[in-house]
C-alpha cells in the first residue's frame, strides 16, 4: 500500500530534551515536505526537500533541522524543543515533475507532539 | 504574498442536503492551482478535489464540486447529498508552479462542518 508513514503518532516531552519525529514514504518520491498544523494559524510548511541531500528553508524553519539521506526518509529534528513547537505535525511527498507541474502530494497520519 | 480566506469557520447540514464551503485567495500569479482537503477526527489530510488555473471547467469529484471564479478569485465546494461521513474540517489550499523548487501548500484555516441527521 503506498503511504507516509510517520513515527511516533504521539509524544510528550520536557524542554530541551531532543527528539526526532520520523517520516518515510514508499512512493519513491522526489519531493518531500513538513508543515505543522496550529489553530488559528492553520498549516505552515517547516522544511522541504525535492531529493535526496538538497534541503530548504519553508516559513517556520526555526528550532527544526531536516535530514535527507535516503529518498525514501525525511525527518524532523528538534535539538531542543521549546513549548512553542507543541503542535500537530505533518510530513508529506510528491514525485516532483519538472517545469513545475504539480502532483498530489501524500500526507502522512500526523504527529501531535506536546512540549511541557 | 499569497493568501487563502475561508470566511466560515463552521457550517452545518442536514444529512442528503447541499451545502457550499467558500473560499477566497489571492495571488498575482496567473498559473496556480486549488484544492480542497478534509480533515476527520482522525486528523488524515484527504485530498477532496483539485482545480489547475488554467482550466476554465470546474472540476467534479462524485459529489463534490468547485465553482471556480478565476476573475474573482473564488473557489467554492459543493458537497452533494451530504453523508454523516462528510463531517470533518475542510481546508483550501494553494500551490504555484512559479515557487521554484518548493512545492508548498498555502492554506485557509479550515471550514468546520458538521452533518445532522
Known amino acids: 500500500e503506498a503511504q507516509v508513514t510517520q513515527n511516533p503518532r504521539y509524544l510528550i516531552t520536557v524542554t530541551g530534551k531532543k527528539l526526532t519525529v520520523t517520516c518515510s514514504q514508499n512512493m519513491n518520491h522526489e519531493y518531500m515536505s513538513w508543515y505543522r498544523q496550529d489553530p488559528g494559524l492553520g498549516l505552515r510548511q517547516i522544511y522541504y526537500s525535492m531529493n535526496v541531500e538538497v534541503t530548504d528553508k519553508g516559513d517556520v524553519p526555526e528550532g527544526y533541522k531536516v535530514s535527507r539521506k535516503e529518498k525514501r526518509n525525511f525527518p524532523l529534528i528538534l535539538e531542543s524543543p521549546s513549548p512553542n513547537q507543541t503542535s500537530l505535525y505533518f510530513c508529506?511527498?510528491?514525485?516532483?515533475?519538472?517545469?513545475?507541474?504539480?502532483?498530489?502530494?501524500?500526507f502522512g497520519p500526523g504527529t501531535r507532539l506536546t512540549v511541557l | 504574498a499569497q493568501t487563502v480566506t475561508q470566511s466560515q469557520p463552521e457550517m452545518s447540514v442536514q444529512e442528503a442536503e447541499t451545502v457550499t464551503l467558500s473560499c477566497t485567495y489571492d495571488t498575482s500569479e496567473s498559473d496556480y492551482y486549488l484544492f480542497w482537503y478534509k480533515q476527520p477526527p482522525s486528523r488524515q489530510m484527504i485530498l477532496v478535489i483539485r482545480q489547475e488555473a488554467y482550466k476554465q471547467q470546474n472540476a467534479t469529484e462524485n459529489r463534490f464540486s468547485v465553482n471556480f471564479q478565476k476573475a474573482a478569485k473564488s473557489f467554492s465546494l459543493k458537497i452533494s447529498d451530504s453523508q454523516l461521513g462528510d463531517a470533518a474540517m475542510y481546508f483550501c489550499?494553494?500551490?504555484?508552479?512559479?515557487?521554484?523548487?518548493?512545492?508548498?501548500?498555502?492554506w485557509g484555516l479550515g471550514t468546520s462542518l458538521a452533518v445532522n441527521p
Open positions: 489550499a494553494y500551490s504555484t508552479p512559479n515557487a521554484g523548487n518548493n512545492r508548498k501548500l498555502i
Open positions: 508529506a511527498s510528491s514525485p516532483w515533475l519538472a517545469g513545475g507541474v504539480y502532483n498530489e502530494q501524500f
